[in-house]
């Protein structure tokens, strides 16, 4: 009989949401939450036996524990197989998940997750075995149908198929195999059903981004009102918001009253993914609110308003990025703001 290992947030547990983030790791036997309904879909063929639950701040912000008592759980338990989420959208949980797949790989035990595409826990560790889910829990149940049969398979240890058959995320790994036709064929095939209108499928996809057209130019930044937005993470020394170094989700905004440039002494900057001393001990690298406070005095910039917009680039998912944008977009026009400048890393 299959034993069965499984991962859960606190908000998936019943505990709470944000306000039990922070909730260290969590061990309880057999199924929790979620876990009830795989425990139906396991029937006769296994038990869940133990249940691993942690806050996802608590995973985000103190890792090395939590890495560490996700390795203890599974060496002690050893399961057959681990289920770890889904996470659907959920960046720090799907991080988490995706941390929770390669301790599993690294002990030899089985592990499968699910997560939305755009889930920065893809990012984690690619060679994880992750099913497509939507971006919320009403896809709970089919998320799990498509889950276990694949983790069944691989803790039977039958072979894995591509990903296509198998309806689990691409990892990038390829294998030799045959096909009916060398690629020129497939090549012109597929360019006479493009240009004859009829389905084809590339076997090269390509991810498209959506073309955003330019803003159009301020008519005289000498009598316009200027903002400053940047996703390089310059924060108050302490990040009082606690703004994540990497798959943020959310925006915050400071102000600037008062102030001729940032110091390092009350400013810092929390962006992974770079080395940001320097921009901790000049925040205005990033932020460069000393140049435009000159150009102020200089008549070059009318006006500038007394509040930053900032969140992290790093790792956001383009959902997150899009609403983001959208609400400080709201923030600048109901503030009178003509033009932005939007600082990067």
Request: net charge neutral; with cysteine; proline share 7%.
């Amino acid at each position: 009989m299959l034993s069965v290992g499984h991962y859960i947030n606190q908000f998936f547990a019943g505990i709470g949401g944000e306000q039990s983030a922070n909730l260290p790791p969590e061990r309880r036997d057999g199924p929790v939450g979620p876990g009830r309904a795989l425990q139906t879909l396991l029937k006769d063929s296994g038990v869940v036996v133990s249940t691993l639950i942690c806050g996802d701040s608590f995973f985000s912000e103190r890792a090395e524990e939590a890495r560490a008592a996700v390795r203890t759980w599974m060496e002690e338990v050893r399961p057959d197989l681990v289920i770890a989420g889904p996470a659907f959208a959920a960046g720090r949980y799907g991080v988490a998940c995706a941390e929770v797949c390669r301790q599993a790989a690294e002990l030899g035990i089985p592990a499968v997750t699910g997560m939305h595409p755009e889930n920065p826990g893809l990012l984690g560790y690619k060679k994880a075995f992750v099913v497509p889910t939507s971006d919320s829990a009403t896809d709970m149940a089919r998320a799990l149908s498509v889950m276990f049969p694949l983790g069944h398979k691989l803790a039977s240890g039958e072979p894995i198929g591509p990903a296509e058959v198998e309806g689990y995320l691409p990892r990038g790994v390829r294998r030799p195999g045959r096909r009916g036709e060398v690629g020129a064929e497939r090549a012109v095939a597929m360019l006479l059903a493009k240009l004859t209108g009829q389905p084809f499928r590339t076997e090269i996809p390509v991810d498209k981004y959506e073309a955003v057209p330019p803003a159009r130019p301020v008519a005289d930044v000498r009598r316009a009102k200027i903002a400053v937005v940047t996703t390089g993470a310059i924060v108050p020394r302490g990040n009082p918001d606690h703004l994540k170094r990497s798959s943020e989700t959310r925006w915050v905004k400071y102000t600037l009253a008062g102030r001729d440039r940032l110091t390092g002494d009350e400013f810092e900057c929390v962006h992974g993914g770079f080395f940001n001393l320097m921009a901790s001990e000049n925040p205005n690298l990033v932020l460069p609110l000393d140049v435009l406070r000159d150009l102020q005095r200089e008549g070059k910039v009318g006006d500038l308003l007394d509040t930053y917009f900032t969140t992290t680039g790093n790792d956001q998912r383009l959902a997150d990025c899009r609403r983001n944008g959208a609400e400080i977009a709201a923030a600048l026009q109901s503030a009178g703001v003509n033009g932005v400048l939007l600082v990067a890393t």
